[in-house]
């Protein structure tokens, strides 16, 4: 039998400090490289993200940003195969909209646990859609926030617990932390927005068309990416390395070395980090692994046979 999971029977067994601990320990894990295929549409475009951990998950998400104003749908929407790695048999098919907003924001807060100042109190979050407000949540539970900046090109936009800004350049000269959660094709952040101390979790670019950080900022700040051969095909790196500022050799690490120990996180105060988050499946099969067992324990979703 394989198991049927709705989005409210996913948010209903797992939360964001589920995430945070499953993405930190995914990160750290020996496990096989995961996959990735995009598929550009007109108006947005569709990912398969695939890896192994102690089930296979497969993800198949499609993200159109202007849905919302469009059609009514989310900008995300998808779906998540999970099967036993022992012999293949098809588990559960889960909603991947839940999955997808937390564990995203999951991997920012592990990035500002290891690289952002451990006395970080201030950040700006740019773009106040759903991603802006999950990871503004997941922000304040590895950090101690005692300000929060909220920045969108909507006037009308706003995230709740978050001072709404229209200076951004402001708004980051007064932060440790900055998250940019944009479908922006062009770099909004440069090199003279830098500062010491800053961290930036930088996780709109998930397809080569988006660009959020500027090639000299990333040139200027130490790079650590989730994985390697992915941003340099998709995310800011791409566009650093495109441009010639920068080549893969140039970057700090990955998270799951830092993560290991095997590249230094944060050793001073003055540093400036930028994590490159395009999203990788280890996320998604950390998140839906959780999911699914407890789904399984309190007797919730639709069991059917193909």
Same mark, same amino acid.
């Given at each position: 039998?394989?198991?049927?999971?709705?989005?409210? $029977?996913?948010?209903?067994?797992?939360?964001?400090?589920?995430?945070?601990? *499953? &993405? $930190?320990?995914?990160?750290?894990?020996?496990?096989?490289?995961? #996959?990735?295929? !995009?598929? %550009?549409? /007109?108006?947005?475009?569709? %990912?398969?993200?695939?890896?192994?951990?102690?089930?296979?998950?497969?993800?198949?998400? *499609?993200?159109?940003?202007?849905?919302? @104003?469009?059609?009514?749908?989310?900008?995300? #929407?998808?779906?998540?195969?999970?099967?036993?790695?022992?012999?293949?048999?098809?588990? *559960?098919?889960?909603?991947?909209?839940?999955?997808?907003?937390?564990?995203?924001?999951?991997?920012?807060?592990? /990035?500002?646990?290891?690289?952002?100042?451990?006395?970080?109190?201030?950040?700006?979050?740019?773009?106040?859609?759903? #991603?802006?407000?999950?990871?503004?949540? *997941?922000?304040?539970?590895?950090?101690?926030?005692?300000?929060?900046?909220?920045?969108?090109?909507?006037?009308?936009?706003?995230?709740? !617990?978050? $001072?709404?800004?229209?200076?951004?350049?402001?708004?980051?000269?007064?932060?440790?932390?900055?998250?940019?959660?944009?479908?922006?094709?062009?770099?909004?952040?440069?090199?003279?927005?830098?500062?010491?101390?800053?961290?930036?979790?930088?996780?709109?670019?998930?397809?080569?068309?988006? %660009?959020?950080?500027?090639?000299?900022?990333?040139?200027?700040?130490?790079? &650590?990416?989730?994985?390697?051969?992915?941003?340099?095909?998709?995310?800011?790196?791409? %566009?650093?390395?495109?441009?010639?500022?920068?080549?893969?050799?140039?970057?700090? !690490?990955?998270?799951?070395?830092?993560?290991?120990? =095997?590249?230094?996180?944060?050793?001073?105060?003055?540093?400036?980090?930028?994590?490159?988050?395009?999203?990788?499946?280890? @996320?998604?099969?950390?998140?839906?692994?959780?999911?699914? =067992?407890?789904?399984?324990?309190?007797?919730?979703?639709?069991?059917?046979?193909?």
């Amino acid at each position: 039998m394989t198991l049927l999971l709705t989005r409210a $029977e996913v948010a209903a067994v797992l939360s964001l400090d589920d995430c945070i601990a *499953a &993405v $930190e320990e995914a990160f750290g894990a020996d496990a096989a490289a995961p #996959q990735s295929l !995009g598929v %550009h549409a /007109a108006d947005g475009g569709f %990912h398969v993200k695939a890896a192994l951990l102690d089930v296979f998950a497969a993800k198949v998400n *499609a993200n159109f940003p202007m849905n919302p @104003q469009r059609h009514g749908l989310p900008t995300i #929407q998808g779906v998540i195969v999970v099967c036993d790695p022992a012999n293949g048999r098809l588990l *559960a098919l889960l909603d991947s909209i839940e999955i997808t907003i937390l564990r995203t924001a999951a991997a920012t807060a592990v /990035a500002a646990k290891y690289l952002a100042k451990r006395d970080a109190s201030v950040v700006t979050i740019v773009g106040c859609g759903v #991603q802006g407000r999950a990871n503004l949540d *997941a922000i304040r539970r590895v950090r101690t926030i005692t300000r929060a900046f909220a920045y969108d090109v909507d006037p009308n936009a706003e995230i709740p !617990g978050a $001072e709404m800004t229209r200076d951004l350049r402001a708004a980051i000269a007064a932060s440790d932390i900055v998250v940019t959660c944009t479908p922006s094709r062009a770099p909004f952040i440069d090199a003279s927005h830098l500062h010491d101390g800053l961290c930036i979790g930088a996780i709109g670019a998930d397809n080569p068309e988006k %660009h959020e950080i500027a090639p000299d900022a990333m040139r200027s700040a130490r790079v &650590v990416v989730d994985v390697i051969e992915q941003a340099v095909t998709m995310g800011d790196l791409h %566009h650093a390395i495109e441009t010639g500022v920068m080549t893969r050799e140039d970057v700090h !690490g990955e998270i799951g070395d830092v993560i290991a120990g =095997r590249v230094a996180s944060r050793t001073d105060d003055s540093q400036i980090f930028i994590f490159d988050s395009t999203g990788t499946a280890l @996320q998604d099969v950390a998140a839906a692994s959780i999911a699914l =067992r407890r789904a399984r324990e309190r007797g919730l979703g639709t069991e059917i046979a193909f």
